[in-house]
């Protein structure tokens, strides 16, 4: 089956960057859009960034000009940039990737993510 693994989170102070990968691993083809997703804690998941297979991307309003996703195919991973980062931004952070039309992540199978803290 087609895993998804992050990386990459950490512990910033307000202002700080950091970037989040999300290795790709389990499958002979590529994914044809991936997405990344965060989650704070007593608070829903929220979808943050998307990017398709043509390099078509989309952002949340709250990370649009601080946050940049991109992806290399050849290693088949799956990157966050993420800059001027808010106390507001600190979350688990989760990938997912579709494949001909179906999310490999869903109804609670979502991994361990990697956490993001921001503090000010």
């Known amino acids: 089956q087609v895993q998804l693994v992050e990386s990459g989170g950490g512990l910033v102070q307000a202002g700080g960057s950091l970037r989040l990968s999300c290795a790709v691993s389990?499958?002979?083809?590529?994914?044809?859009?991936m997405a990344w997703y965060r989650q704070a804690p007593g608070k829903q998941r929220e979808l943050v960034a998307y990017i398709t297979s043509g390099a078509n991307t989309n952002y949340a309003d709250s990370v649009k000009g601080r946050f940049t996703i991109s992806r290399d195919v050849a290693k088949n991973t799956l990157y966050l940039q993420m800059n001027s980062l808010k106390p507001e931004d600190t979350a688990r952070y989760y990938c997912n990737a579709e494949f001909r039309g179906t999310w490999l992540r869903n109804f609670g199978s979502w991994g361990q993510g990697t956490q993001v803290t921001v503090s000010s």
């Open positions: 389990g499958s002979t083809l590529s994914p044809n859009a």
